[in-house]
């Protein structure tokens, strides 16, 4: 069978510091380089979690997973040596950029920054400096990897012969759905936004006459994730905002507080608490515009009369781009694109596709996001791989596996030269 190549390290591990190694047992010892035992336990429970594996009744896959991912932490540190060897140097920004990713997914995980200092027990600059040295090792090799790989090729011979061999192991082509939708939101009306906006302007007549943001933000503001805050938004950068509130938030004084904002969540008022570079901290009082029923009730009709047009005849990416509120919808003119029915993450969208021969329109169907009418385009059942229908998924997969068959060989090279003493 064609061997699967298992990725242990999908989750970086925070760098344990030199107080701990004193501490810590040596799970290996690779050239000048230590492999701590408590690394190969934080990297075999994260496998375990990432991939929901029941382990308690079975300690011969539990030992199985410590070998191996001990021989991969070994693996890291013999590239490490070699990418240093080879004056590999990881790019600066890239490394930042990775770790802003890996903290913001962090702390979107555990909920907030605070619940990530209390998880890790340390300050989040500490967390931030240790993740950095991990991200530029993991660089550096991925570096190495692409400069001492990336002149093996693979001949037409070798794929046919690949696919002989392991044609009953190859990933089976799930059921796909192409689909088109038109969306159109739940707006507010006339009344709705007379409502809102006249709650907003007596909430910046108070702090015209002197009351405190936070407290008025505490008490007025319809945003919950942070009325309990005092409307703190916390430091952004550009493009993590809308539009409208960007342009205004960058443009304010540290202390300034905004005129009435409006966008597509409702009303706000802004304070710019701080400004760090390129990042600011604001401060909001958000009133929602919130849709009546007799809103959703014009929704529902307008939606149904694009329905009526698009089964007269209509094209669809026409009508697209004159009706559908969907933001992408300039440049996709409201083609979502070909999806696997089963990693549809809409389960409205999963059921409608269901219910469709390819060429239909559905009935108009609610989502958290508004009203659908979705056009399934085309439908492909689940199947195999072959040579004919599929020859370069097929050549890729062919010389990713020559390709790490070349790389343990490589690996099992250096292995002579650099002593290695496995203590577990």
Same mark, same amino acid.
């Given at each position: ?9 999908? !989750? ?19 050239g000048n380089e230590i492999v701590l035992k408590s690394e190969v336990d934080q990297y075999v429970q994260s496998y375990i979690i990432q991939n929901k594996i029941n382990v308690r ?28 060897? $080879?004056?590999?140097?990881?790019? $600066?920004?890239? *490394? ?8 913001? +997914?962090?702390?979107k995980q555990v909920g907030s920054e605070e619940k990530l200092e209390e998880a890790f027990q340390s300050p989040i600059k500490q967390i931030r400096r240790d993740l950095r040295t991990? !991200? ?9 990897? &692409?400069?001492?790989?990336? @002149? #093996?090729?693979? @001949? ?61 933000? /505490? ?8 009325? @309990? ?8 950068? &550009?493009?993590?905002? !809308? ?6 938030? =960058? ?6 507080? @905004? ?20 990042? *600011?901290?604001?401060?909001? *009082? ?19 009369? !694009? &329905? ?32 696997? #029915? ?16 390819? /060429?239909?329109?559905?009935?108009? =169907?609610?989502?958290? +996001?508004?009203?659908?009418?979705? &056009? ?12 004919e229908d599929d020859w370069e998924q097929i050549e890729q997969i062919a010389l990713n596996y020559k390709m790490e068959q070349e790389y343990v060989k490589w690996i099992a090279r ?11």
């Amino acid at each position: 069978m064609l061997k699967n190549i298992v990725v242990f390290f999908l !989750v970086p591990m925070i760098t344990i510091g030199h107080a701990q190694q004193l501490l810590d047992g040596i799970a290996a010892v690779v050239g000048n380089e230590i492999v701590l035992k408590s690394e190969v336990d934080q990297y075999v429970q994260s496998y375990i979690i990432q991939n929901k594996i029941n382990v308690r009744n079975n300690q011969t896959l539990l030992k199985k997973l410590e070998n191996d991912v001990l021989e991969r932490l070994v693996e890291q540190k013999i590239m490490l040596t070699k990418a240093e060897e $080879d004056t590999i140097i990881a790019d $600066d920004r890239e *490394i930042d950029r990775r770790v802003e990713e890996q903290i913001q +997914y962090m702390i979107k995980q555990v909920g907030s920054e605070e619940k990530l200092e209390e998880a890790f027990q340390s300050p989040i600059k500490q967390i931030r400096r240790d993740l950095r040295t991990e !991200v530029g090792d993991r660089i550096k090799i991925e570096i190495l990897r &692409r400069k001492k790989f990336q @002149s #093996v090729k693979i @001949s037409r011979r070798e794929v046919e012969n690949f696919y002989e061999t392991f044609q009953d192991s190859l990933p089976k082509l799930q059921e796909t759905v192409d689909i088109s939708h038109i969306l159109m939101q739940i707006k507010p009306g006339e009344e709705s936004q007379k409502e809102a906006l006249n709650k907003i302007q007596m909430v910046q007549k108070w702090l015209a006459e002197g009351e405190d943001f936070s407290e008025l933000a /505490g008490k007025y503001s319809e945003d919950p994730a942070s009325a @309990s805050r005092g409307g703190d938004l916390g430091y952004t950068k &550009r493009g993590d905002f !809308v539009k409208e509130f960007e342009e205004v938030a =960058f443009e304010l004084a540290e202390g300034q507080i @905004s005129d009435i904002v409006q966008t597509q969540f409702g009303f706000h008022i802004i304070k710019l608490v701080e400004r760090r570079g390129e990042q *600011i901290r604001t401060s909001h *009082i958000l009133i929602r515009l919130t849709p009546t029923s007799e809103d959703e009730e014009t929704t529902i009709s307008k939606i149904s009369e !694009v &329905r009526k047009q698009l089964l007269a005849g209509s094209p669809f990416d026409s009508m697209a781009i004159i009706y559908s509120d969907d933001e992408n919808v300039a440049e996709d003119r409201g083609h979502l694109g070909i999806w696997e #029915v089963e990693k549809l993450a809409i389960s409205a969208f999963k059921r409608e596709v269901a219910q469709l021969e390819p /060429g239909e329109i559905s009935e108009p =169907f609610k989502t958290e +996001y508004g009203y659908h009418i979705l &056009r399934l385009n085309e439908f492909k059942p689940a199947r195999r791989l072959n040579l004919e229908d599929d020859w370069e998924q097929i050549e890729q997969i062919a010389l990713n596996y020559k390709m790490e068959q070349e790389y343990v060989k490589w690996i099992a090279r250096i292995k002579e030269d650099i002593p290695i003493e496995y203590r577990l």
